[in-house]
């Protein structure tokens, strides 16, 4: 299950594991980069190295002018490997700390292991940093690769790494979490990543490009490697920012502030700067985006819900909060159209985690450790969840033609999936709103180190089961399935079972989406939830979801795509009938006609049925606008609420399920 806390660490801490191989003195080299493919890391790998025993540390340095660090080469009886190690002493703040940039040494777009020791003076955790300025930013950004606790002794850190050609001053440094204690460093290593990405292995798109799109969700740092991006045009259509384009990033609270001075404090200004990598790196290789995420909790920034934007100030009210809404949604998909209109955004998450795993709104208030990151901001303000329909009225108004807009949510396959159907049928009662749903999948193969997946797979079915009932469509968003003690037999047993769940509802899914590509850089890395390894290989679950399955493979190029959008267009995106509930012959109306068809279509399934013989037999989409009493599947019962709607009996066109 999801730890909220976790998942936010985990948004910017990569963890990797690596065999380090040390050479005795400091070297470094440019590496030839035609030797990366298809080998284990050895000797040839090694693009820098330093054990310190030549007493040289001029690589090193402390982190600018304010840094108090005091660095030099020392005799030290615990060295992990000869007698010398770097110490830092006079550290006066838990940033300060040995720093190498990488300039001369690494190059852009290629991924790297770092292998360092680090020894705190007493207890502290150690961590080994990236700093980086993306190109079109001022601010340098951080991005913690790994930490570890040490008490007085060496601990190995071990991490994989890029950065891309269009960043400026990186560097690598180790710094603390805790105090600012003094450290030593040893054995500092940085080697080629090994690439084993087999270029025969099927690709996913391929295999499943029959039934539905298969994505997958990155970062700009983990997109830094040219062979990570190889890797996703190889097997992924559709692609999702695991960051990117989070309120967190696209709120420009600079232009925000200075719209305010101005007198206007709610049109809130967005920028799309941080996302650019990604979304260059989708338009370049034609791979359709699913945007991720409209309103949300979390990841959402204070002050966005305060007066004057200020993150210390009171909370707006609803009315203020309702146009700032509108024109943040606007605002989005007006920076997209107006940069990007030629990537094929054919999905939104507008809403996000709405309920909690019973089905309840979240608690008001500003997501944070004290309540475990679940308090809800949007709750504070609205007093409720009244918030998720104005959010979809304005997406719709909003989001160009195509563009399927999504409610969506983890643990989905718990008690709130009864509350997600309700919600659907709620704010589509006078209109179509919502599109679909987005099961975010965040699963366990092993539960609590037990060989018991959770959910099991008849609960995720279910999911699927009732999701399906709704006529709306459903997308997987994020899947991704942990183990632990490396169970891969068990957790390639447990993904094609899923996959086969999601096979046999391929009518009502449009795409699966893993949440990340190699495991090293997923959110919950600690238990390797995805389909390759740190290396590229597939894993034993990649073979498990591909096999016995019949699919054309595409004579693509693996990379080097078309990119020339004259030549060869985006493809427009096919839009299915929109359903109404109620409307069985979707001809946009509810009226007497619909009974009708409804009666015919539950008294004579095999004339009127969705496969009847009579051209006049009902569609898919509408007998699931049609289904619209407690019980599953259609009846006269179906039929009687359709005609009390028409009526007036009835308020809605349908009885909600938990009434
Ligand atoms: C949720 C969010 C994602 C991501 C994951 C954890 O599922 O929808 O955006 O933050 O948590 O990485």
Request: aromatic residues 10%; negative net charge; proline residues 5%.
């Amino acid at each position: 299950m999801k730890g909220n806390l976790l998942k936010k660490l985990s948004a910017c801490v990569l963890c990797a594991a690596m065999t380090c191989s040390a050479s005795p003195c400091t070297a470094f080299a440019v590496p030839n980069l035609n030797t990366t493919a298809a080998k284990l890391a050895s000797s040839d790998d090694v693009v820098f190295s330093t054990d310190f025993e030549d007493g040289d540390a001029s690589k090193f340095s402390k982190r600018g002018d304010t840094d108090t660090s005091i660095l030099k080469v020392i005799e030290d009886d615990k060295a992990p490997s000869g007698s010398k190690v770097l110490s830092i002493t006079g550290r006066d703040q838990s940033w300060n700390g040995p720093s190498l940039a990488v300039k001369g040494i690494l190059e852009p777009n290629v991924k790297y292991d770092i292998s360092v020791k680090v020894k705190a003076a007493w207890y502290n955790t150690v961590c080994v940093s990236l700093q980086h300025t993306p190109g079109g930013a001022s601010e340098p950004q951080y991005t913690n690769l790994v930490k570890g606790v040490s008490q007085g002794d060496y601990v190995e850190l071990t991490a994989s790494f890029a950065y891309g050609a269009e960043e400026k001053d990186v560097s690598l440094y180790v710094e603390t979490w805790g105090e600012a204690n003094d450290l030593c460093i040893d054995d500092f290593t940085i080697t080629l990543s090994p690439n084993n990405m087999d270029p025969n292995a099927p690709s996913l798109k391929d295999v499943y490009g029959g039934m539905f799109k298969f994505g997958t969700a990155t970062t700009v740092s983990e997109i830094a490697p040219k062979s990570t991006q190889d890797l996703i045009c190889k097997h992924f259509n559709s692609l999702t920012a695991g960051n990117e384009l989070k309120p967190e990033n696209v709120l420009d609270r600079a232009a925000c502030l200075a719209l305010a001075e101005d007198g206007d404090d709610t049109n809130p200004q967005v920028t799309l700067e941080t996302a650019k990598p990604i979304l260059e790196f989708a338009r370049k290789n034609h791979i359709s985006m699913r945007g991720h995420v409209l309103v949300w909790h979390q990841q959402t920034p204070m002050w966005f819900f305060k007066e004057n934007y200020d993150p210390d100030g009171e909370w707006v009210s609803k009315e203020k909060m309702l146009k700032r809404m509108e024109n943040y949604i606007k605002n989005v998909f007006a920076a997209i159209k107006k940069d990007y209109s030629d990537i094929d955004f054919y999905a939104w998450d507008v809403v996000n985690e709405c309920f909690t795993d019973y089905g309840k709104p979240r608690a008001a208030g500003f997501p944070a450790e004290e309540n475990n990151y679940e308090s809800s901001p949007w709750v504070k303000i609205f007093g409720d969840n009244s918030f998720i329909k104005p959010a979809f009225e304005f997406a719709k108004k909003y989001a160009p033609e195509g563009c399927k807009l999504y409610y969506n949510d983890f643990n989905e396959y718990m008690d709130k999936s009864d509350a997600i159907v309700t919600l659907t049928k709620e704010i589509n009662s006078d209109g179509h709103y919502i599109d679909g749903i987005g099961m975010q999948s965040h699963l366990n193969v092993t539960n609590n180190g037990e060989p018991t997946p959770f959910p099991s797979v008849g609960m995720y079915r279910n999911a699927l089961e009732k999701f399906s009932k709704t006529g709306l469509d459903i997308q997987i968003t994020e899947l991704d399935a942990t183990v632990n003690n490396k169970k891969f037999d068990l957790q390639a047993d447990y993904y094609s079972d899923i996959m086969d769940a999601i096979v046999d509802y391929k009518d009502y899914v449009s795409a699966v989406v893993v949440w990340g590509t190699t495991d090293d850089q997923s959110w919950r890395a600690d238990r390797d939830p995805l389909l390759f390894n740190k290396d590229y290989s597939v894993k034993p679950c990649f073979e498990s979801i591909v096999d016995g399955i019949e699919y054309v493979p595409s004579t693509d190029p693996v990379t080097d795509p078309v990119t020339d959008p004259v030549t060869d267009p985006v493809t427009e995106p096919v839009t299915d009938p929109i359903m109404i509930w109620g409307d069985a012959n979707c001809d946009s109306n509810v009226d007497m006609a619909d009974v009708v068809m409804v009666m015919q279509a539950s008294l004579n399934p095999a004339k009127y049925g969705i496969n009847g013989t009579s051209e006049d037999h009902i569609t898919k989409t509408g007998e699931a606008a049609a289904d619209v009493d407690d019980n599953a599947g259609l009846t006269v019962n179906d039929a009687l609420v359709i005609q009390k709607y028409t009526l007036k009996l009835l308020a809605k066109p349908f009885i909600p399920t938990n009434e």
